[in-house]
């Protein structure tokens, strides 16, 4: 039975996984809107693309169970085609072809051209920086380079990304200007490593020159920087930081974990001394960095006193916003040589711990905003609210602020002068202040 409300030859694409997925789809959906396709984002269409993730376990469950959903509503005529595009296609194309061949076809996350082709349209190398946005009209995620050379030893990125690979400085300006000229006011860089930027084109690193170049793009106000590794961290950064209003005082750093025998067998290239001394010198350069980290506990051989070295350090460093994840033991990277000896139930007791004391961290900061004035971007309203952010805040990971709909109104997409009211622990309640 067909569904009525279904458009023939509409393509709808699929989300999967991290913001690099979310660009990948935005690109692949700007090249069939240049050869004139009628192209969706998680709406209703009869042709399918499933942008998957294959990091860990449940992004590869989530992923496999999103196939499958498509390619039974394909068996029921509800759609006409389904196409896998991304991480996990890359990863495990054989098996995956073997165990869900009602798949019309998979690609890999460097097939484009092909996936294109197959949805009769052209690979047009002009479209520099030609994109459909998913995110909000405000921002969009900034991609500046693929891949990693990395030897991280749990994760399989340059398994299903291959080698680091920046995109030129003077493409990445073309792109930006036209994501201003379409009212994005917020670049939030993304890569699997921002740190590295630039060596392979430029035999040095290049951030700094990148952020000075995108500040100069009229209509971009904020220039956040997400997911820089902390080896190797170019400090020049930080001068741009202080030097540059429109370059965020933040930064994603995940740090993974703080004892020096785990980070060894992680591979990290680090030690507990090196990584304190590099967070001490962000917070002496600027002095009001928000710094966001990302932890892994249950790491093979992490022992109780690895863990407690760990907790301390947590309380100690009073991070502004941290994730915590369990370790997930994935075939063919250098960790999957080891035991996974940590209990699935430890781990998970290890990582709340770990939140428990963010949360308690998270909560006296904010406590701390009560009474001072923020600017603030509006992001959406929901329910009866209106929800932003400050620069120290990116979006669906960090701190929202809140602000009563029903007794003020504020324009979605712009910036607005707050004050905080009330605060818990990842939400700031304000009130629109006006400005001199």
């Given at each position: 039975m067909r569904t009525k409300s279904r458009k023939k030859n509409r393509?709808?694409?699929?989300?999967?996984?991290?913001?690099?997925?979310?660009?990948?789809?935005?690109?692949l959906m700007g090249q069939l809107k240049?050869?004139?396709?009628?192209?969706?984002?998680?709406?209703?269409?009869?042709?399918?693309?499933?942008?998957?993730c294959g990091f860990i376990d449940n992004a590869k469950e989530e992923s496999v169970n999103t196939i499958l959903d498509f390619v039974d509503r394909k068996s029921r005529g509800e759609v006409d085609q389904v196409f896998v595009s991304g991480c996990l296609s890359e990863r495990y194309k054989p098996d995956l072809m073997k165990e869900i061949p009602d798949v019309d076809q998979y690609f890999g996350t460097t097939e484009l051209p092909s996936l294109l082709k197959a949805l009769g349209a052209d690979y047009k190398h002009e479209l520099i920086g030609e994109r459909v946005t998913t995110t909000p009209k405000n921002y969009a995620y900034f991609k500046i380079a693929e891949g990693c050379d990395r030897p991280c030893s749990f994760c399989a990125i340059p398994l299903m990304r291959g080698g680091h690979k920046s995109t030129p400085i003077e493409n990445l300006i073309i792109e930006?200007?036209?994501?201003?000229?379409?009212?994005?006011?917020?670049?939030?860089?993304?890569?699997?490593?921002?740190?590295?930027?630039?060596?392979?084109?430029?035999k040095k690193r290049r951030l700094a020159d990148l952020l000075r170049e995108l500040a100069k793009v009229d209509g971009i106000e904020w220039i956040r920087m997400h997911y820089a590794f902390p080896t190797g961290f170019p400090v020049d950064v930080l001068d741009v930081m202080n030097e540059e209003p429109k370059v965020c005082n933040y930064l994603d750093i995940p740090l993974q974990h703080i004892s020096t025998p785990v980070l060894k067998s992680m591979r990290r290239g680090t030690t507990f001394e090196k990584t304190n001394a590099l967070l001490d010198r962000f917070r002496e350069s600027v002095p009001n960095m928000a710094i966001r980290t990302t932890l892994i506990v249950g790491y093979p051989g992490e022992t109780e006193e690895d863990f407690e070295i760990l907790k301390q350090w947590v309380t100690d460093q009073r991070f502004e916003r941290m994730g915590c994840f369990t370790y997930s033991h994935e075939e063919n990277t250098h960790a999957y040589k080891l035991e996974d000896d940590v209990p699935a139930e430890v781990k998970q007791e290890r990582a709340n711990e770990i939140m428990e004391?963010?949360?308690?961290?998270?909560?006296?900061?904010?406590?701390?905003?009560?009474?001072?004035?923020?600017?603030?971007?509006?992001?959406?309203?929901?329910?009866?609210?209106?929800?932003?952010?400050?620069?120290?805040?990116?979006?669906?990971?960090?701190?929202?602020?809140?602000?009563?709909?029903?007794?003020?109104?504020?324009?979605?997409?712009?910036?607005?002068?707050?004050?905080?009211?009330?605060?818990?622990?990842?939400?700031?309640?304000?009130?629109?202040?006006?400005?001199?």
């Amino acid at each position: 039975m067909r569904t009525k409300s279904r458009k023939k030859n509409r393509i709808n694409v699929i989300t999967l996984g991290c913001s690099k997925n979310v660009y990948d789809s935005e690109v692949l959906m700007g090249q069939l809107k240049a050869s004139g396709k009628d192209v969706v984002h998680e709406e209703e269409g009869n042709i399918v693309v499933i942008n998957t993730c294959g990091f860990i376990d449940n992004a590869k469950e989530e992923s496999v169970n999103t196939i499958l959903d498509f390619v039974d509503r394909k068996s029921r005529g509800e759609v006409d085609q389904v196409f896998v595009s991304g991480c996990l296609s890359e990863r495990y194309k054989p098996d995956l072809m073997k165990e869900i061949p009602d798949v019309d076809q998979y690609f890999g996350t460097t097939e484009l051209p092909s996936l294109l082709k197959a949805l009769g349209a052209d690979y047009k190398h002009e479209l520099i920086g030609e994109r459909v946005t998913t995110t909000p009209k405000n921002y969009a995620y900034f991609k500046i380079a693929e891949g990693c050379d990395r030897p991280c030893s749990f994760c399989a990125i340059p398994l299903m990304r291959g080698g680091h690979k920046s995109t030129p400085i003077e493409n990445l300006i073309i792109e930006a200007e036209k994501l201003a000229a379409k009212g994005v006011k917020e670049l939030i860089l993304i890569a699997q490593d921002l740190t590295y930027y630039g060596l392979d084109l430029y035999k040095k690193r290049r951030l700094a020159d990148l952020l000075r170049e995108l500040a100069k793009v009229d209509g971009i106000e904020w220039i956040r920087m997400h997911y820089a590794f902390p080896t190797g961290f170019p400090v020049d950064v930080l001068d741009v930081m202080n030097e540059e209003p429109k370059v965020c005082n933040y930064l994603d750093i995940p740090l993974q974990h703080i004892s020096t025998p785990v980070l060894k067998s992680m591979r990290r290239g680090t030690t507990f001394e090196k990584t304190n001394a590099l967070l001490d010198r962000f917070r002496e350069s600027v002095p009001n960095m928000a710094i966001r980290t990302t932890l892994i506990v249950g790491y093979p051989g992490e022992t109780e006193e690895d863990f407690e070295i760990l907790k301390q350090w947590v309380t100690d460093q009073r991070f502004e916003r941290m994730g915590c994840f369990t370790y997930s033991h994935e075939e063919n990277t250098h960790a999957y040589k080891l035991e996974d000896d940590v209990p699935a139930e430890v781990k998970q007791e290890r990582a709340n711990e770990i939140m428990e004391i963010q949360s308690q961290i998270s909560w006296e900061l904010n406590q701390q905003k009560i009474g001072q004035q923020f600017r603030v971007m509006i992001d959406r309203k929901r329910g009866n609210h209106f929800v932003g952010r400050t620069e120290f805040d990116s979006p669906d990971v960090d701190n929202e602020v809140l602000i009563d709909a029903s007794a003020h109104y504020c324009s979605v997409g712009e910036f607005v002068m707050v004050e905080i009211t009330e605060a818990e622990d990842f939400d700031l309640y304000a009130v629109p202040v006006a400005q001199d």
